[in-house]
Each structure stands twice: as C-alpha cells, then as structure tokens.
C-alpha cells in the first residue's frame, strides 16, 4: 500500500505516484482532523446480545489493568470500521487491510498495509482485517484505562462483509474455512469478553472503505468531509485553491508533428486566449 516497498529499485511510475501525493497533500492542506467530542447516535443500530456460556468461550473476559487510575471524566464511545481489497497488490496478489478508530467523533488512530499472505476468497481477507481491527482495539482500551477515562459499553465495530460479522457475532455459527481458523477465533473471543459487538455496513457507509482502495475525491469526498475538515468554508476554499493550482501550472505537450515540446500556457497567453477558468467499561 506504500512506495517503501519499491525504494530499492524505484521507477518512473513510483515517481509519478509520489507526485501525485504530493499534489494531492498541496491540495488538502487545509484538512486537519476535526476534534469531536459528542458521543456517536447509535440508538438506531440494533444490538443482538446472544449467549456464550455454552460456547468454547464460556471463560473469556477483558483482562482489566491492575494499576490503572480512578475512572473519572466524561465517558468515551469507540467506534471502529475494518475493510479489506481483495487482488490489490497486482504484482503479488496480496490483499490491503484498512482500519479506521474513534473516540467518540474524533478519528485517533488508523491504518492501512498490505496482508502478509496472498488470501483467495474475499472471506478471508476480510476476516484477517477484522482479526487486525480486534487486536487493535484490545491494545487502545488499556490505554484509556490508564489514562483514566471510563469507556462507554463495548465497542462497535463496523465491517461490509456480512459473512464475517455473522460468523463473529453468533455462537452457533460454524467455520467453514480452516485457513481462517486463527482469524476466526481471535474476533469471536472479545465479542464473548464483552469488548466489541460487530455490526454489518454498507461499504458507502464504511469508513474503512477509504484505507484499502484506491479511490477518486468525488466518490469519498461526502465521507471525508465530517473527519477532516474543522471549519465549514475549509473544503470549498480546498477546491478553489486547487483550481488555482491546475490554471497556474505549466503544462508542455509534444508536438504531434516535429515533436518538439510546446509550453500550451505561454501559447495560449500569446494567442490571446482567455479561458483560463477551468473547472463505562472497567469501573
């Protein structure tokens, strides 16, 4: 999912992609992440509880640090969205893992990188997303914990595949690919704990989505907009600088006849043409 991987031998292309990183960072430099405190509305996600203590997880609990502080403060929702693409490494045929965390509203810890085994199924390298995403969130409750802010009933965890969420929140549900065995254990032993409950999203509604695939701004620009931008005018003030970037730039096109390289900006000045406006757990 990085160009780290190509630093050895890198080629033009990578050089091309890192330049459009960097016009994609001049563009956005006016996004900042939006501290919001006020806990997430989910009173309209229903919550299925089921029963585990006929399961082989009749004795998982959260492990609760001994030396935390006193729990005082106001109370912190987590919310978390787990995504995976499937083939998306073309070369190796790896899938991408991306992980989205929330205190509350606020975006606090992410994460984007190809898996380590080229997976099959959809399936597959969903639930090594999923895995990723619980292990995730059983290391950032401790830390709350010690930082002495009481956390707000389990967390909610958001994901598109439907098979997976099924297989992680009933205990009745059985595995039917072994190769996930590891994966599949290690997501259902916190929804038994008590730690997460897993809910299916749409990917239009999964934030994840925007960490594991390559996407144009229009089609992410509506999700993006509550995480990033903190003042109301600062996404429209994004666009016009960045049409002022594209109408500053200097473009060079070869010239189909004698190939010669043809500065359109400097042509289009001397020809007189003016269009240049383009478009509480724990206590």
């Keep these: 999912m990085t160009l780290s991987q190509f630093r050895a031998m890198p080629g033009q292309g990578h050089l091309d992609r890192v330049k459009r990183i960097h016009g994609c ?22 919550v299925k509880m089921h029963g585990w203590e006929h399961s082989c997880y009749a004795d998982a609990e959260e492990e609760m640090p001994p030396d935390s502080p ?9 919310t978390s969205y ?27 810890d992410w994460f984007s990188k190809l898996q380590s085994a080229v997976e099959t199924a959809a399936f597959g390298s969903e639930h090594v997303a999923a895995r990723t995403c619980a292990e995730q969130i059983i290391d950032l409750c401790p830390t709350l914990h010690y930082l002495g802010a009481p956390i707000n009933g389990r967390t909610m965890v958001f994901g ?13 549900s059985k595995m039917h690919k072994r190769w996930v065995a590891l994966s599949y254990h290690r997501v259902r032993w916190p929804v038994a704990a008590g730690i997460i409950n897993v809910h299916h999203a749409s990917s239009k509604d999964n934030a994840a989505d925007t ?67 383009q478009p509480h757990r724990g206590e």
């Excluded at 598109?160 to 009745?172: F, K, L, T």
């Excluded at 960045?242 to 006849?257: F, L």
């Design 211 to 277: 960490l594991s695939k390559h996407w144009d701004l229009p089609s992410v620009w509506e999700m993006m907009k509550p995480l990033l931008f903190w003042h109301e005018n600062d996404d429209q003030k994004s666009h016009e600088e960045a049409k002022e970037v594209n109408k500053d730039k200097d473009v060079d096109k070869t010239a189909s006849d004698g190939g010669a390289k043809v500065d359109v900006k400097t042509a289009s000045r001397k020809n007189g043409d003016s269009n240049e406006s």
């Design 82 to 108: 787990f995504d995976a693409s499937l083939h998306h490494d073309a070369i190796g045929g790896k899938a991408v893992t991306g992980v989205l965390h929330l205190f509350n509203q606020t975006p606090v």
């Design 160 to 172: 598109d595949n439907e098979s997976v969420i099924n297989s992680a929140a009933i205990p009745h």
């Design 25 to 46: 960072l001049l563009k956005m430099r006016h996004a900042t992440i939006k501290i919001r405190t006020d806990a997430p509305d989910c009173s309209a996600i229903p």
């Design 70 to 78: 006193k729990l005082k403060g106001k109370s912190i929702t987590v």
